[in-house]
C-alpha cells in the first residue's frame, strides 16, 4: 500500500465509534509496532447521520491501517467521488430524519391540544383530575 500520509481517508469514530468519518492521515503513530500501521488522524468530516453499513460498500476491504482508539478503527482508501456520495446520502437521510421530528412534534402538539380541548388530561388521556401531577 503507498503511504498515505497527508490524504484523506475513511474510518468511523463519531459517539458510537462506527459513524463514517473522513479523516486527514498525519503519519505513523511513534511508540507502535509498524506492522500494526497505528496511524495518526485528523478528523475532517463526520458523517453523524450514516453509520457503518452506508459506507461499507465505500471501503471495498482495503483497509491499509488503522486510528488510535476503539469501535471500528480500520483506515481506508477514499476517493474524493465516495466522499461527495456520502455527503449526498448524509444529508438525504438528515432532512429525512429533521421531516420526520418535525411531523412526530405536530402530531404530538395536536393531541395534546385535542386531549385539552376536551377536557382530558394530555399526560394519561383520561378524567384523572390531576392526579398524574400534569399541569394543565
Known amino acids: 500500500m503507498a503511504d498515505m500520509t497527508g490524504k484523506l481517508v475513511l474510518g468511523f469514530g463519531g459517539i458510537t465509534d462506527m459513524e463514517p468519518c473522513i479523516y486527514r492521515?498525519?503519519?505513523?503513530?511513534?511508540?507502535?509496532?509498524?506492522?500494526?500501521?497505528?496511524r495518526k488522524v485528523e478528523l475532517v468530516e463526520l458523517f453523524s447521520d450514516l453509520n457503518l453499513m452506508d459506507a461499507a460498500s465505500s471501503t471495498h476491504n482495503d483497509k491499509y491501517g488503522c486510528r488510535?482508539?476503539?469501535?471500528?478503527?480500520?483506515?481506508?482508501?477514499?476517493?474524493?467521488?465516495?466522499?461527495?456520495?456520502?455527503?449526498?446520502?448524509?444529508?438525504?437521510?438528515?432532512v429525512a430524519r429533521e421531516?420526520?421530528?418535525?411531523?412526530?412534534f405536530a402530531e404530538a402538539a395536536a393531541r395534546v391540544k385535542l386531549l385539552t380541548e376536551s377536557g382530558l388530561c394530555p399526560k394519561c388521556g383520561t378524567w384523572c383530575y390531576s392526579d398524574c401531577q400534569e399541569a394543565r
Do not use: C, M, S
Open 99 to 104: 421531516e420526520a421530528e418535525e411531523r412526530q
Open 25 to 38: 492521515d498525519n503519519g505513523h503513530y511513534d511508540g507502535t509496532l509498524v506492522e500494526l500501521n497505528v
Open 68 to 94: 488510535w482508539g476503539g469501535g471500528a478503527n480500520g483506515l481506508f482508501p477514499v476517493t474524493t467521488e465516495t466522499i461527495d456520495a456520502l455527503r449526498q446520502l448524509n444529508t438525504k437521510k438528515r
